[in-house]
């Protein structure tokens, strides 16, 4: 059976409270997991972990959170997510919300692609789509 955004929303933010020790209150769709949440690289690891249990859903390496993409010269340059670099991290993350940072590719930025919503739109395109 499907499964609505605000179900995913609220077993999304248990998960997070659990992973990163922070409240309940703190967890709002636009919170950034690494800026406003305080996640830091290996907590991404758990997160994905936790969300399959709590979903019974399989998150291949690489899906929710891509990876090798600021390895790749082609795609970044003079700290910056070239325009090809923008379309390869928009494939490979249908699930976020690019519109802010499309103004300023600077990868310090980068973070500020992952929020709570993302990881919502993610799991619920999973959830319901396989």
Do not use: C, W
Not at 9 to 17: P, Q
Not at 28 to 36: I, N, P, V, Y
Not at 73 to 89: A, D, E, R
């Amino acid at each position: 059976m499907p499964m609505t955004e605000t179900e995913v929303f609220e077993k999304v933010k248990e998960t997070l409270v659990d992973a990163l020790s922070v409240d309940e209150d703190e967890v709002k769709s636009e919170a950034t997991l690494t800026g406003d949440l305080g996640a830091e690289s290996i907590d991404f690891l758990d997160i994905v972990f936790r969300l399959e249990k709590a979903f019974n859903i399989k998150i291949p390496r690489g899906e929710l959170f891509p990876d090798n993409i600021l390895n790749n010269p082609q795609f970044v340059q003079n700290g910056k997510l070239t325009p090809t670099g923008i379309s390869q991290l928009k494939e490979r993350m249908p699930h976020a919300d690019f519109s802010q940072f499309e103004q300023d590719p600077d990868i310090g930025k980068m973070a500020e692609l992952f929020k709570v919503q993302t990881i919502v739109n993610y799991v619920v395109n999973k959830v319901n789509n396989g």
